[in-house]
């Protein structure tokens, strides 16, 4: 009613009046504390002016402060509230660090070490900004400076160019026909690269949805730039490329590439959506077939992973692949630093494997070449531990002049004596829709 300052003018009989003090205590016993305490006590019962008075239950979700604020703000709520109303005012509470140079000095206009935001938004764009707020460790003091922030643009660039591919690679797809089609049931029942690309994704959206509970963020992008580094554009993608190139446009390894795709894309947008506003929300205005309808990815629901697409049998069988896979890549970079084979496509992989193996290799048709990027592979049965073993084939077999596969079938239908067999069927099938 009259101010902080009359806890200093007025006697304890005026700052009492009106109020019933405990038995046999007089006003004019009490005398008013002139210590500093009124600024931490306003602040501290924030709570009750901001949530209880509004009728909002307590306690409050979050406070966020500064991590000076452990014995400040932070303690002096705690204690008011635990005196009023028996609880804390808050469930968490999360501390964030100061701003520093790149040598974790203070920002001075005197030292001339200041990083202005609107200069670096000038510079890189919003979403390069708020991509670089989102990789570091907020606990901790935060080093920034234009190079820090100017080196985030290749990781950007990285998740940006890997929705690109997605969206590229999948404009023809129309997603009606696929139940219907002949050979359905191929798209789900053969195992494949695209079994262990869904359980990669629907991984990430797991761990993706813990962390940001934990408000882990600067872990989320490190997932998922790795989620696309790695699985996606090193192994995925390479898998992938031949056939969505170059097989038939709705043969059912084509099909089933592009859904997985789709599917990837779609949630990889809505995933990067908090962090990389701009980027995501133009992405999805480019999305075939989305999951949800929304019109902005911003009004469009978080991701759910799928726990039914992370299966210990698709990740027992590609980690013998993928870890055979650095083995095949060792040595294809030795054919090349010795000057000797520069393209994979010109290589065959040989497979040593078990029975059981191989027989797991043979249901998974031509990926276990495609993974590692050769024109072919064959598989060898082994009692040994299993290994892979690349040869140089380009003295052995032709190129097919479509795929640039070096494959024993190029050459094998007369109609197209320079190309593979399935290239062969493929222009057949070209030629015949021209006419």
Not at 224 to 247: E, G
């Given at each position: 009613k009259h101010g902080s300052d009359s806890w200093f003018t007025d006697m304890p009989e005026q700052l009492l009046a009106g109020c019933t003090l405990p038995e046999g205590l007089k006003a004019s016993d009490l005398t008013s504390e002139h210590d500093?305490?009124?600024?931490?006590?306003?602040?501290?019962?924030?709570?009750?002016?901001?949530?209880?008075?509004?009728?909002?239950?307590?306690?409050?979700?979050?406070?966020?402060?500064?991590?000076?604020?452990?014995?400040?703000?932070?303690?002096?709520?705690?204690?008011?509230?635990?005196?009023?109303?028996?609880?804390?005012?808050f469930n968490i509470v999360l501390t964030h660090g100061f701003i520093v140079d790149e040598q974790a000095r203070k920002m001075s206009k005197s030292l001339g070490n200041v990083v202005d935001p609107q200069e670096e938004l000038n510079k890189y764009g919003a979403d390069v900004i708020r991509?670089?707020?989102?990789?570091?460790?907020?606990?901790?003091?935060?080093?920034?400076?234009?190079?820090?922030?100017?080196?985030?643009?290749?990781?950007?660039?990285?998740?940006?160019?890997?929705i690109r591919f997605m969206l590229g690679t999948t404009c023809d797809y129309n997603p009606a026909p696929l139940a219907s089609a002949p050979q359905s049931s191929v798209l789900t029942s053969q195992p494949s690269i695209d079994d262990w690309a869904r359980m990669k994704l629907h991984q990430l959206i797991a761990d993706v949805t813990?962390?940001?509970?934990?408000?882990?963020?600067y872990k989320?992008?490190?997932?998922?730039?790795?989620?696309?580094?790695?699985?996606?554009?090193?192994?995925?993608?390479?898998?992938?490329?031949?056939?969505?190139?170059?097989?038939?446009?709705?043969s059912p390894r084509r099909r089933r590439a592009q859904s997985v795709l789709i599917e990837i894309a779609d949630n990889l947008i809505r995933m990067i959506a908090p962090i990389l506003v701009h980027t995501a929300e133009e992405a999805w205005s480019h999305l075939h077939a989305k999951t949800d309808g929304s019109e902005s990815v911003h009004l469009a629901r978080f991701p759910i992973s799928d726990a039914s697409a992370i299966s210990d049998q698709v990740r027992q069988d590609w980690d013998l692949i993928l870890?055979?896979?650095?083995?095949?890549?060792?040595?294809?970079?030795?054919?090349?630093?010795?000057?000797?084979?520069?393209?994979?496509?010109?290589?065959?992989?040989?497979?040593?494997?078990?029975?059981?193996?191989?027989?797991?290799?043979?249901?998974?048709?031509?990926d276990p070449a495609d993974v590692l990027g050769v024109g072919s592979h064959r598989i060898e049965i082994t009692s040994d531990e299993p290994r892979v073993l690349i040869e140089d084939v380009r003295n052995k077999f032709k190129d097919c002049a479509r795929s640039w596969k070096r494959r024993s079938d190029v050459g094998s239908d007369p109609d197209y004596s320079d190309l593979s067999k399935r290239d062969a069927d493929v222009m057949r099938q070209i030629n015949r829709s021209k006419h």
């Open positions: 500093i305490f009124d600024v931490w006590f306003e602040s501290g019962s924030s709570w009750a002016a901001v949530h209880e008075a509004q009728g909002w239950p307590m306690p409050v979700e979050m406070y966020l402060e500064g991590s000076d604020q452990h014995r400040g703000w932070f303690q002096l709520s705690l204690l008011p509230a635990l005196g009023a109303i028996h609880k804390p005012p991509l670089w707020v989102a990789s570091v460790d907020y606990q901790n003091d935060v080093r920034t400076s234009d190079n820090l922030i100017k080196s985030l643009q290749d990781e950007y660039r990285k998740v940006r160019n890997t813990k962390l940001n509970e934990e408000f882990a963020f989320v992008f490190k997932l998922i730039h790795d989620f696309c580094n790695m699985d996606l554009s090193q192994i995925y993608f390479v898998a992938i490329k031949d056939r969505l190139y170059c097989d038939a446009a709705d870890r055979l896979r650095d083995s095949a890549m060792m040595q294809l970079e030795k054919f090349k630093r010795e000057g000797g084979l520069t393209n994979p496509l010109d290589a065959q992989a040989i497979y040593y494997v078990t029975s059981q193996q191989a027989d797991m290799l043979r249901r998974l048709g031509e």
